[in-house]
């Protein structure tokens, strides 16, 4: 973990998060590179911010919610795409999420709002942190969303936490619903 206690800190969000989100009957998901880390069960590296996806019918509640805790939006990202808040050093992303005409979770916001996400992507179990769960995307939508970002985005090459998150991800077993 960081010495200046960033990690702790964004733990304690998550924490705080996943609570309020609970109380208030919302549904969110641990995305990124927390995500991975809930999967393995140990934080791996250091983290810029805290990524998670919402349904988008449940921005609004959501953003009046962690407004009520002190959690400011960030101006630079319009609500509209996506919810960033934040709390002296600590960030939140929430990216949206929607249900197509048949069923499918697809993007819910932004230039690729409708595009179709990994089958079963929001079926994984809680992950874990020592005593700390928190819900998670699947591991297989991790991989692939890791695997697939520099082919989607070319502009975006791999970075090399994402090609350690990859190994990482990979090396943690077998993935029930594909990679």
């Not at 309020?20 to 250091?46: N, Y």
């Not at 996806?53 to 959690?71: F, I, N, Q, T, V």
């Not at 994984?124 to 082919?151: C, D, H, N, T, Y």
């Amino acid at each position: 973990m960081d010495g200046d206690g960033l990690a702790e800190r964004q733990l304690d969000a998550i924490r705080e998060v996943t609570a309020l989100a609970g109380r208030a009957g919302i549904a969110l998901w641990l995305r990124g590179g927390w995500a991975m880390d809930f999967h393995l069960g140990v934080v791996t590296r250091p983290h810029v911010d805290v990524d998670w996806y919402c349904w988008r019918h449940d921005a609004d509640a959501l953003s009046a919610l962690l407004a009520g805790e002190g959690w400011r939006p960030d101006p630079r990202m319009p609500a509209t795409l996506q919810l960033d808040v934040g709390r002296d050093d600590v960030e939140l992303s929430f990216a949206y999420l929607d249900r197509d005409a048949e069923g499918r979770v697809v993007v819910g916001a932004g230039p690729w709002a409708g595009t179709p996400l990994p089958e079963g992507m929001l079926d994984a179990g809680p992950g874990r942190i020592g005593l700390l769960a928190a819900p998670i995307i699947s591991a297989a939508a991790q991989i692939e969303f890791k695997e697939m970002f520099p082919v989607w985005m070319p502009a975006r090459p791999r970075r090399a936490k994402d090609a350690a998150d990859l190994a990482r991800l990979r090396s943690s077993g077998p993935h029930p619903g594909g990679v």
